[in-house]
């Protein structure tokens, strides 16, 4: 018994001498090499159909910062959730706070909600979790459970109404008696040889990460929009998702800025 | 060794008592003859007055788009908390669903909800009907603003939560506090197996052996359901509906369904995923001759040869009079679960806002308005006599009227078809109840409010018409005599509205 209240005061008082600091991230969204522009600009897939986007939002949550030794910083997951949405623009930063002081060569994440807070009780779903708030267009009413990544668009070989595509990806594993497809995919994204160095408050470095949406679409399954101009739970959802499981990469480390603010100025937020 | 058990007894301890201490037994306890319930009562202690907001909201049409549709208008305790005589239900603008409305009692022993298992836990359940175009067609989050907005709410919330803060939360865990305090356990076999002075007949014993050995595999235990989705045969299914396979996927789940529990049949006809029988006689049947063979069929309902479950008319007849010994007449007639128990009645719309300021010039027109008020007064007779058949004579007379109809100026026709199309549809279920007052006592409140709305809207009474109105029983309806009541019960005070010529 002693031993443990021991270790216990010893893991308290090393967590409280351990400095932290914060990062930012960015999500630079692209189309293949070009910039993502909502409704106006036209794209090619790599079936060659053409196609614009009106809607691209997605859900990130369990983010680790791997570093050189190989070791993990798992973040707290209550504090690991977000929605990321291209129409707006103050989503696309993240900033991560309560990170040890170190240096990280990587970042890994899931793509989408974990199973368990899928099935998690409603006290737990707060902030971009609502189901009646943030979160209530990534969520599925009558087969409860969050939509993953979610792209929506017009194509002139769309086969459905009004040439729409919709691409609702989302299905955890299922509960209990239901068992569903489980379209959970993770990335790590590597910081290709930089160093990630968090000391303090004071100075938040920025990684840039680059989203291509255009990766729903191509891959190892190459999407052809007049066969599947709508998919959301079919079993074609699996080949979706293993397609954007490649979508981020890493685009660069900003290691200038001074503070949060400044950063989102610099990127041209709020 | 002796630590040991200590230590477990001391953590069982802690267990139970939560368990104990979170469920007031006024509220919420396990009949002795039920299993565990399931629901996370540690997350969402059941209160008194969260359970008062939980059955408020489900009563308060607010949470629907036009504000004309409750979960009580699907969920009517009277059905066993299903819909009185609809195969599938309607909700806002008379849409149909595209099943039928399930009875509600005994949730907190439930893993899944809906026909198919969508939905994991009781509650995320609400999410589903409130936005569902067909259902409520409304976003959660604009509820939560009008209940936000409005002058009854905020207080309801903080005697149940400690705050006047409404979030999803709170009203979710309102919603499935009322609904998990449904419970029926008071029938005749309730009584019997809790040695409660009750004994079973010889028939209803035999009923009772047979259902064991026929039925009892898949409608198994004290809930008379193994919570299980399979297929049980019926006939002609198609895409429209491929049941738990619409939520997974799984080719080998096509067709398969809640098997539902068995209690309260007599009052939730009627019955199965699309309400395709309404009597029991009609289920039996399906069960010994009907079944159809598919690849989805269950197992059990293709043994030794044979397609179904095997019953003579005798065997039929006595799981009958068993099933009869499910139906908990205490639960569907507890006045603790009706609107009319609510602390604090549901501030009802005012249908005066709905009226508007027009008139009638052409002559024909205003005399079959007219003719509409005859009829409808000629139902209200009938239905006050108990005569259903008589009052739904009438409706299909009150529908040809309607049908003649028709108004020209074009800022009054909008207003004019709504009405006369809300008419039509509620003298049409006046009609088509005519087994059963009850079902049309259902309608006959619509169809006097929307008649009321036309008539003082055009101002075309010839007569002298009272408009009535119980708060709290829910009530409204037109007479010709001024102190005219109706079937109304236990109401306090009547406020009536007169219309002179």
């Given at each position: 018994m002693k031993k443990i209240i021991f270790i216990l005061l010893c893991a308290v008082s090393l967590a409280n001498a351990q400095k932290t600091g914060s990062i930012s991230i960015h999500f630079d969204h692209v189309i293949g090499n070009e910039p993502l522009v909502l409704n106006d600009k036209k794209y090619k897939n790599a079936d060659g159909d053409e196609f614009k986007v009106s809607l691209f939002q997605y859900f990130i949550s369990n983010i680790r910062l791997i570093r050189k030794d190989g070791s993990t910083y798992v973040m707290p997951q209550d504090q690991s959730y977000f929605l990321i949405r291209?129409?707006?623009?103050?989503?696309k930063t993240i900033t991560l706070a309560n990170i040890p002081k170190g240096k990280f060569t990587a970042i890994s994440f899931l793509i989408g909600i974990d199973s368990a807070r899928n099935a998690s009780?409603?006290?737990?779903?707060?902030?971009?979790?609502?189901v009646a708030g943030e979160a209530k267009d990534m969520y599925?009413?009558?087969?409860?459970?969050?939509?993953?990544v979610k792209m929506e668009g017009t194509s002139i070989?769309?086969?459905?109404k009004n040439n729409i595509f919709m691409y609702h990806i989302g299905l955890f594993g299922g509960i209990g008696n239901k068992k569903t497809l489980n379209n959970i995919r993770y990335a790590t994204i590597d910081f290709g040889g930089e160093t990630l160095r968090v000391k303090d408050n004071k100075f938040v470095p920025v990684i840039t990460i680059k989203t291509d949406a255009s990766r729903l679409l191509n891959g190892d399954t190459n999407v052809e929009i007049a066969k599947n101009p709508t998919v959301m739970g079919g079993p074609f959802s699996a080949k979706i998702a293993e397609n954007y499981k490649t979508m981020f990469s890493f685009a660069g480390l900003d290691k200038?800025?001074?503070?949060i603010d400044k950063n989102r100025k610099a990127l041209g937020m709020n | 060794m002796r630590k040991e058990t200590k230590i477990f007894l001391l953590l069982s301890g802690v267990a139970f008592l939560s368990f104990k201490s979170i469920t007031g037994p006024e509220l919420f306890s396990v009949p002795t003859n039920f299993p565990r319930p399931?629901?996370?009562?540690?997350s969402n202690p059941l209160s008194r007055a969260g359970v008062e907001l939980g059955k408020t909201l489900f009563y308060d049409?607010?949470?629907?788009s036009d504000n004309t549709v409750s979960c009580g208008s699907c969920h009517q305790q009277s059905a066993g908390f299903t819909q009185h005589g609809h195969v599938l239900s309607h909700g806002v603008n008379d849409q149909l669903t595209k099943r039928n409305s399930m009875p509600l009692f005994n949730?907190?022993?439930?893993?899944s909800f809906g026909w198919d298992g969508g939905v994991h836990d009781l509650d995320f359940f609400a999410v589903s009907p409130i936005t569902n175009p067909v259902e409520m067609n409304e976003s959660l989050a604009n509820v939560l603003e009008k209940l936000r907005s409005s002058p009854q709410y905020p207080a309801l919330f903080k005697s149940a939560f400690g705050t006047e803060e409404i979030n999803t939360e709170r009203f979710l865990k309102a919603l499935s506090q009322f609904m998990l305090?449904?419970?029926?356990?008071?029938?005749r076999y309730d009584h019997y197996m809790r040695y409660e002075g009750i004994e079973f007949t010889k028939t209803e014993l035999e009923g009772m052996e047979l259902f064991k050995k026929k039925?009892?595999?898949?409608?198994?235990?004290e809930l008379f359901t193994d919570f299980s989705f399979r297929?049980?045969?019926?006939?002609?299914?198609?895409?429209n509906d491929f049941g738990q396979f619409e939520v997974n996927?799984?080719?080998?789940?096509?067709f398969k369904f809640k098997v539902p529990s068995l209690r309260n049949l007599s009052y939730t006809a009627p019955y199965m995923h699309d309400g395709r029988f309404t009597t029991l006689e009609e289920v039996l049947e399906h069960y010994d001759s009907k079944v159809e063979k598919t690849?989805?069929?269950?197992?059990a309902l293709n043994k030794d040869g044979r397609l179904g479950i095997a019953l003579t008319p005798d065997e039929k007849q006595k799981i009958m009079v068993f099933l009869k010994t499910l139906d908990d007449e205490d639960f569907v007639k507890n006045?603790?679960?009706?609107?009319?128990?609510?602390l604090n009645p549901i501030l009802a719309k005012?249908?005066?806002?709905?009226l508007m300021n027009f008139k009638i010039t052409d002559k024909t027109q205003r005399e079959l308005l007219n003719q509409c008020v005859e009829s409808y007064l000629k139902i209200k007779s009938a239905i006050q006599a108990n005569k259903s058949k008589v009052a739904g004579n009438e409706a299909k007379k009150l529908m040809k009227v309607l049908a003649k109809m028709n108004i020209q100026e074009v800022s009054q026709k909008e207003f004019f078809r709504k009405y006369q199309d809300k008419l039509f549809f509620d003298a049409e279920h006046i009609f088509e109840g005519e087994q059963s007052t009850d079902h049309q006592l259902d309608h006959f409140k619509d169809l006097s409010d929307h008649l009321y709305i036309l008539i003082a809207s055009f101002k075309a009474y010839e007569q002298t018409l009272y408009f009535n109105q119980c708060q709290e029983s829910a009530m409204d309806w037109l007479s010709d005599i001024p102190t005219d009541l109706f079937?109304?019960?236990?109401?306090k005070e009547i406020q009536t509205k007169i219309l002179t010529k």
């Open positions: 291209e129409s707006n623009k103050g989503s009780e409603i006290g737990q779903r707060k902030g971009c979790l609502d599925w009413a009558w087969n409860s459970g969050y939509i993953f070989q769309s086969t459905a200038l800025t001074t503070d | 399931t629901y996370h009562f540690d049409s607010i949470i629907s949730l907190a022993w439930s893993g305090t449904m419970v029926s356990a008071n029938s039925c009892a595999s898949c409608h198994s235990g297929n049980n045969g019926l006939t002609h299914l198609t895409e996927q799984n080719e080998n789940d096509k690849d989805f069929l269950d197992k006045p603790i679960f009706s609107e009319g128990s609510l005012n249908i005066n806002d709905d079937v109304v019960k236990n109401c």
